[in-house]
């Protein structure tokens, strides 16, 4: 017995007077975390989303951020309502998402810190019926929903272009709305871009895509509880941080996101085939603009305005909309100092 | 000692005034029901005042939401939406599900084939399986049909079913006795004794027909009173979303006890469903 004491004291000091054990498996990439950026603290993400090649860029800023110290809590939801929910209910910190709205009505005590993603949608419409826009005019085009992003941009473009459609009709999900235009249910709609992938895939000459006006709305963004900010500004910060390092390294080499997910061990339940879609879609998506590496600020705030104003989910003159009601630029401006931008 | 014992509840109920102010027992049953109905009603609006969350709003709210809806014919639209799925859905499972819950009921080979397929269809996860629909069906009225079928066959199936197998021997043995015909036996001995089971049945494949309509609405594509539910969170307006939920509950209440009071008129008393 006191010889298995002494051999524990021996052992512990041993391991007491050895070096440090690095934070990371490698140090390859530029996550590698040094003692002076480690910050204590924790943070509960709400996901409204399921983990896949879409999240994987999201997934790689939060194990970055875990790998400064911040125990990262991440639970996903079946749709960002339900996550915005949870930040509300004060079971979340920080959720992803454009909640405008339920900030506008209900006054609730959380706001927008960094977009994270833009609009990227492709009006992809049958070749022969519809060579143009002007085509469309009088004609059935289908979106996600009332009050979605897909019908914000329906109706800018019919603004843009001066059509007016002949009925806006709804299906959820661009997956479905891929499946309705191959089964030819749907003639003309909005997809992301792995429904349209999926779709040129199966039917490569019969859809084809209509220009659409840049429109650099939020998609993403990181929101979070105003009194968490408050009491965490060193977690927020490390957030974004690890968030626009990533980001920019996704856009610098699409690469990045495939191997990092190997050396982190991200979403290692990935189906083959999925797999194969990583760098393609990173690829895409980044020379698509779709990530933001400045986290949008005061402009994306007031083209959000202007473009959720659309369909009702922000009210008010957006030029006189006060961005400090939606928004909390201090998290982003800290960040995109600390990261040299 | 044993009769007077067994007098003096008799007497106390009969004699010494209740606490109810010897109301009659009708009376007294829709105060309480009233009663049951105000207390949850009240907690809902402390809920709502407090508030438990940002995204409950009180009875109050939801109540203005609802009429205004009700008001600008918001609630007429959405259900004129929703009530062609569901009411072919349910009419094609009533008429289908009572057939073949009789068929499962009268053949072994039948009920050998069937009753397992009904048993699994009702354990399975139908709000899974609703987004698969559209692989085969689309996204259209026949996705939605087949959204509420799938939620309320099952029931109407194996209520009929036992109700078919339960009827009494003796009544099976009396029609015998008078040398009915088969058809005969179904149509006056098997059916109505069954009558209680298929029409409890048909109560509860109602309700499962408006699930099934509502996750079609809310799964497939927003339409209807799914969509209403849709827009308002979206939009955050929560009272209203509360507003389309209250509006289910109610509609579907009403429709059953429709359906009950339909029951009763068609069958006696001893038949008619618990």
Redesign the interface.
Known sequence: MKALACMSIVVLALTACGPAEPTGEGTAGPSAAEASDMVEGTIRVALGDIEGVETLNLLIALERVRERGIDVELTEFAEE?LAA?AV??GQADVTLGA?Y??I?????PIRIICQLQTSRFFAIVDAEAYPDWQALDGETFTVH????TTEAMALFVQQEEGIEFGEI?????AE?RA??LL?G??QATFLDIPAWNFVQEEAPDRFHELPLPDIPATDEAFVANVEWLAANPEVAQVLLEETLTTWNAIIEDPNFAAEERERLGLADDLEPELEEQIVPYFEQAAAEGVFATDCGGEDAARTDFEFYGLV??VEGDPATLNVEDFWDLGPAEAALEAVGQ | MTGGGLAAPAAGAAGRPSAWGGWPPATRTWLLRAGSIVAVLALWELGGRIPV???FPSFTATAAAFAGMLADGTFLRAYSETGGPLLVGVGLTAIGGVAAGLVMGLSPKAEWLGVPLFVILQAAPSAAII?LI??IY???FAAKVFAVVLLSTPVIVLNSYRGIRNTPVSLIEMSEAFLASRWQRIWKVILPAASGLIFAGLRLGLAQGFTGAILAE??????GVG?LI??Y??????DHMYASILSIILVASVSITLLQRLEGVLFRPELRSP
């Open positions: 309502d929910e509300l209910g909640p709205a339920v506008q009505e209900t006054g609730a929903s009332r009050g979605s009709s709804y299906v959820s999900g479905v499946t309705a089964q249910n749907v009702g989910q | 969350s940002l995204t987004p559209t692989f689309g996204i259209g809310l799964l497939i594509t927003p339409t969509d849709t827009f969170r979206s939009q955050a307006e929560y």
